[in-house]
């Protein structure tokens, strides 16, 4: 009687664990579909919560507001891509100039091919404004921002200390040029995908910049191991900044929700 008496409302309890989670997660799914349908403006919390097929109070069970709700959209889908570009080699908190080229291409190819990703893209680049509700937002976005520049400079100044890049290189404004290129990249591909192959043009785009540092225009990297290659849409593509800021704009050739 004993054991039955501690069984029965722990089970109870894993059961209500899993709906809620269940829940949760029907709920981010029909604010993706809503948002990137309608813009994330025209759709209110009652309006996702009918396509969830779940009452409004069980939204703000949840999430506190839609800005909240929009957030957590984000990073379900970039968290995974967050998690990954930390490997053991890195100690010091810099990448290696190919750990970053590597980093750059996942992102394409992610892009790509896995539709979560390429579905928030288009929601956060097109389909949000960043007014109202939304405002608090902004600053999540500049910060994500700000935090992959320091990466990059960080990248670009431990190649120079390596003699990897010339020694008279302005490290920031290469930072802020490869965020820079990155950014209108995906801009143009999300905008129109038929228009060019992301991972081609952002590969051959990416090795051209980094070249170009050089200033001597050599090869600076070699070409993608096939190891690299089998990574590729396996793991994260971006470090995990200190604070947790959903970022769709990231960090070379080179899926599923």
Known sequence: ???KSVKIPLIMARKTKQEAEETRSRLLDAAEMLFQQRGVSRCSLQDIAQAAGVTR???YWHFEDKAQLFNAMMERATMPLEEGMNPPSVQSGHLSLAELRWGLVNVFYTAMHNE????VFDIAMQKV???GEMQALLERKLASHREWRSQNQAAFDHAVSL?????????????????ALIDGLLHQWIMDPDSFDLMEVGQ??????????TQDGNTLLPPLTPAE???????????RSASPTPSVAPPLTPKSS
């Open 116 to 119: 979560r990703t390429r579905r």
């Open 163 to 179: 003699g990897q890049l010339p020694a008279g290189l302005n490290t920031r404004v290469a930072a802020v040029a490869l965020v």
């Open 1 to 3: 009687m004993y054991v």
């Open 129 to 131: 404004e960043y007014s």
């Open 229 to 239: 290659r089998a990574r590729l849409g396996q793991e994260g593509i971006c470090r």
């Open 57 to 59: 109070g069980a939204v």
């Open 204 to 213: 051959r785009s990416v090795e051209g910049f980094l070249n170009s540092l």
